[in-house]
């Protein structure tokens, strides 16, 4: 008889055997060990949507007619478990006047997606989000543009945000719309 054949045999035994005392012996796939360690079917049921607020917003002037705007913001879970902050979409707004919309992150779609682009926030934790913009002076925002980037405007920042939360194999999340105002 070869022995490889012996081997591979043996093999095939133990990880059998692993596998039978994993499930029975141990019980992991019993309903009591779910409950033990604290698994809850209607944990999903009770996500709070995201804290969402406005961090800074800063304007640094790069031309005579031209100034790169950066908007900060502060993304607090707080739920206990993971929440995934997809994207936000924004549209930024000083005294009245649209300066600029932007994306931060992607929205997932599907089960393959890839996931760089998206903010994985743990239980009562903070992640900041910066995103830039380039903005022109014109004649719809002359009478602010000093405003802007002196530092000295009123913002007013509009938009949805996306999250998700999964366990096992349920996700739980939601769009959700704010409207924030800086300073």
């Not at 009591?32 to 809850?40: E, T």
């Not at 996931?115 to 719809?140: C, M, S, Y």
């Amino acid at each position: 008889m070869n022995i490889r054949a012996i081997y591979a045999v043996g093999g095939v035994i133990v990880a059998v055997a692993v596998a039978i005392f994993l499930i029975m012996g141990t019980g992991i796939l019993s309903n009591s060990n779910f409950q033990r360690q604290g698994f809850n079917q209607n944990r999903l049921n009770d996500v709070q949507p995201i804290k969402l607020s406005i961090k800074n917003i800063a304007a640094k002037q790069i031309g005579n007619k031209t100034a790169n705007i950066q908007i900060v913001f502060n993304a607090y879970n707080p739920n206990k478990g993971t929440v995934i902050l997809e994207a936000i979409t924004y549209n930024l707004f000083a005294n009245g006047i649209h300066l600029a919309s932007g994306d931060i992150g992607a929205k997932l779609e599907g089960f393959i997606a890839s996931q760089e682009a998206v903010f994985p926030i743990i239980g009562n934790g903070t992640v900041i989000l910066k995103d830039t913009r380039a903005i022109h002076q014109n004649n719809l925002i002359a009478n602010n543009w000093y405003k802007v980037v002196d530092s000295k405007a009123n913002y007013l920042i509009n938009g949805t945000y996306s999250y998700k939360q999964t366990s096992s194999l349920q996700a739980m999340g939601a769009d959700k719309d704010f409207k924030l105002t800086f300073p």
